[in-house]
């Protein structure tokens, strides 16, 4: 029932729904304009592809000058080194033996392959894997700030770095540290002051590591909603924004540095094409699109040019809308664009995004990395 | 990095997490037990296979004795229609051109195929539709029960069979009304009471069509929630059971009519196992699985032998646990197992379900209709 080949030309109005489209002109802007906006700020920019989990994207960051990529998965490590991608930070610790071995595996075979680690027994695993491959990994130490991954800061982190920096078969290429939580603070000033007390701890463990003479290659963190913010911390070698290239309405609703009511950097590019089936009942429309088409993530999905409608995706199959004002009334078959809420989890669910330039479909753009959760 | 036929024989706990697994003992005494409850009530069962998408679990519910299978979506009735399964009701309505068009395709290849409709501008496309196949296409009014999909009872629903019944491209096969809310209402006795209450209209209606003298060989709704109550609703033919194949930490939850805590008529079969990453933090565990292996779904997904464990898998690429007390202290790099919040959303993240027997993968699942929203 997908859509390919025969999908180029037609308008995006007339595609079967849900459909996930992105506007094409939207997104070349959004990939430029970060590497506009971090010109001379001496901030590289690494971005990472579970947001889109698509070689094709990650060949236009590459090519408009991104470092190398980050994935959060082997899965989506292996699609992109196979794929055209020649640099892949991989940000998840890998801790299984079969999981180490395929790791190692990879890197063998793509020597741009950067693994993240975060404890002793996982560097000696590595070690052990990467001799039995007859390779030298390259690997980061990935430092915690949200309490969810990563090695205390300071000298828990200087240890293991001094302990991989001693393996043959690894090279310590420096430390990433993710501020998740930081980086969908409302306001700029707020997200701003939080992101860099955020980081003061991983500030004093990079100068530990340098004045101990280690490799500092890598200093890799932050967002999208921090990515104006990191030039000013020492040390720091690249942004791992994500969301950066279809923006959603949690990034939407955070504000700017230039504007503070919204976060308009960035176009949201990624909308979802959806098709209401009933109209029955005055104030209510039903939709084809549900939880399996827009995830439960809030705020709602933002109906465009509706701004007073209430969007419910809380059942699996339909979506419900809610409204006292409309500006017109739609009759059953009609068509909706939806921006929703984060484009991550809701990129997982669909096999292909449709590239839509002046609303016509350019490009059918496979998620080869979905459901590349391993 | 999908582990197909190399996964045969493999232990459920070597398997690269996160893995979604069926225990399949579990899943054939399911299969089997709705059979045997409702033997001998005059209720039928016509699973809904929007819950595993899967050919290979809908030919097992067919051997089984179910009547057909009910799908949400066109691309879910044309996978299942192409892997050997003959009958599929299509609960939803088909609006657009292009689908209609589909739909009446889909009918003219397969005989087994029953659309739903419940308006009467769609009643009069289909009809174009099928004339312009030279089918006779069987259909079936859905009736409003949740304000979400379906006609008005009573006239409005008698008009439109009526108006179906004169088609001479269409043939009106009866009815379906889905109470939605009602499955998840906690208590047997409440949730029978309220099932009753809300069937109604839908009886009253199914009487005014069967004075009129319709065809009313389908009068199909209710679901796992309330497979066992309604027999005692009159011309009622069949069940449109979907998560009794997995169940699921919301449908254990709601009671039965023989255990009031634990809806135990069925084995809770589905699993998803996930690998621990991180445990530096006391009474805290990082996991591989975030909303992408679970969904947001409520509530929290349940640690198989940690009844204290509150699993949060709100981020969409770690889960994190959060406890007081633990029966053992684990390891990173060790697994645990987890029963999933809700079953149907979750299966659509996965493109493999592993078939477990005695812990040993015994076969790999497709999920063949995996992402069809369409």
């Given at each position: 029932m997908i859509q390919e080949k025969?999908?180029?030309?037609?308008?995006?109005?007339?595609?079967?729904?849900?459909a996930l489209v992105v506007d094409l002109d939207k997104m070349e802007r959004n990939i430029k304009a970060v590497h506009t906006r971090l010109q001379g700020t001496g901030v590289g920019v690494r971005p990472h592809i579970k947001t889109h989990k698509s070689p094709a994207i990650a060949k236009m960051q590459i090519a408009a000058g991104a470092l190398g990529v980050c994935a959060a998965k082997l899965g989506e490590a292996e699609v992109m080194l196979e794929n055209g991608i020649d640099s892949v930070l991989l940000t998840t610790v890998n801790v299984t033996a079969s999981k180490i071995v395929k790791s190692m595996a990879l890197r063998k075979k793509h020597n741009g392959f950067i693994q993240a680690v975060d404890n002793p027994q996982n560097i000696q695993d590595l070690q052990d894997a990467a001799k039995a491959a007859s390779i030298v990994a390259d690997v980061v130490l990935d430092i915690d700030v949200i309490k969810r991954s990563g090695v205390a800061p300071g000298e828990p982190a200087l240890a293991l770095a001094h302990m991989i920096d001693k393996m043959p078969n690894l090279k310590f290429c420096g430390i990433l540290a993710y501020d998740g939580t930081v980086q969908h603070v409302v306001g700029f000033k707020e997200r701003q002051a939080q992101a860099l007390k955020t980081y003061e701890p991983i500030v004093r463990t990079y100068e530990l590591m340098k004045a101990a003479g280690l490799n500092m290659e890598i200093f890799s963190g932050g967002g999208t909603g921090t990515y104006d913010i990191m030039?000013?911390?020492?040390?720091f070698t690249d942004v791992q924004v994500g969301s950066y290239v279809f923006m959603d309405r949690q990034y939407i609703e955070i504000g700017g540095a230039n504007n503070e009511k919204v976060f308009d950097d960035f176009e949201p590019s990624l909308t979802v094409m959806t098709t209401i089936l009933n109209n029955y009942h005055p104030g209510r429309l039903t939709t084809d699109s549900g939880s399996k088409a827009f995830?439960?993530?809030?705020p709602s999905p933002l109906v465009l040019g509706e701004p007073d409608y209430n969007y419910i995706a809380a059942a699996d199959e339909y979506g419900v809308i809610t409204f006292e004002k409309s500006n017109k009334s739609y009759i059953v078959g009609e068509k909706l664009e939806i921006i929703p809420p984060h484009c991550d989890p809701i990129v997982n669910l669909y096999d292909v995004i449709y590239g839509v330039r002046n609303e016509r479909v350019e490009s059918v753009i496979e998620v080869l990395g979905r459901g590349k959760s391993q």
């Amino acid at each position: 029932m997908i859509q390919e080949k025969e999908s180029i030309g037609k308008s995006k109005w007339d595609l079967d729904t849900p459909a996930l489209v992105v506007d094409l002109d939207k997104m070349e802007r959004n990939i430029k304009a970060v590497h506009t906006r971090l010109q001379g700020t001496g901030v590289g920019v690494r971005p990472h592809i579970k947001t889109h989990k698509s070689p094709a994207i990650a060949k236009m960051q590459i090519a408009a000058g991104a470092l190398g990529v980050c994935a959060a998965k082997l899965g989506e490590a292996e699609v992109m080194l196979e794929n055209g991608i020649d640099s892949v930070l991989l940000t998840t610790v890998n801790v299984t033996a079969s999981k180490i071995v395929k790791s190692m595996a990879l890197r063998k075979k793509h020597n741009g392959f950067i693994q993240a680690v975060d404890n002793p027994q996982n560097i000696q695993d590595l070690q052990d894997a990467a001799k039995a491959a007859s390779i030298v990994a390259d690997v980061v130490l990935d430092i915690d700030v949200i309490k969810r991954s990563g090695v205390a800061p300071g000298e828990p982190a200087l240890a293991l770095a001094h302990m991989i920096d001693k393996m043959p078969n690894l090279k310590f290429c420096g430390i990433l540290a993710y501020d998740g939580t930081v980086q969908h603070v409302v306001g700029f000033k707020e997200r701003q002051a939080q992101a860099l007390k955020t980081y003061e701890p991983i500030v004093r463990t990079y100068e530990l590591m340098k004045a101990a003479g280690l490799n500092m290659e890598i200093f890799s963190g932050g967002g999208t909603g921090t990515y104006d913010i990191m030039s000013v911390v020492p040390g720091f070698t690249d942004v791992q924004v994500g969301s950066y290239v279809f923006m959603d309405r949690q990034y939407i609703e955070i504000g700017g540095a230039n504007n503070e009511k919204v976060f308009d950097d960035f176009e949201p590019s990624l909308t979802v094409m959806t098709t209401i089936l009933n109209n029955y009942h005055p104030g209510r429309l039903t939709t084809d699109s549900g939880s399996k088409a827009f995830t439960l993530n809030q705020p709602s999905p933002l109906v465009l040019g509706e701004p007073d409608y209430n969007y419910i995706a809380a059942a699996d199959e339909y979506g419900v809308i809610t409204f006292e004002k409309s500006n017109k009334s739609y009759i059953v078959g009609e068509k909706l664009e939806i921006i929703p809420p984060h484009c991550d989890p809701i990129v997982n669910l669909y096999d292909v995004i449709y590239g839509v330039r002046n609303e016509r479909v350019e490009s059918v753009i496979e998620v080869l990395g979905r459901g590349k959760s391993q």
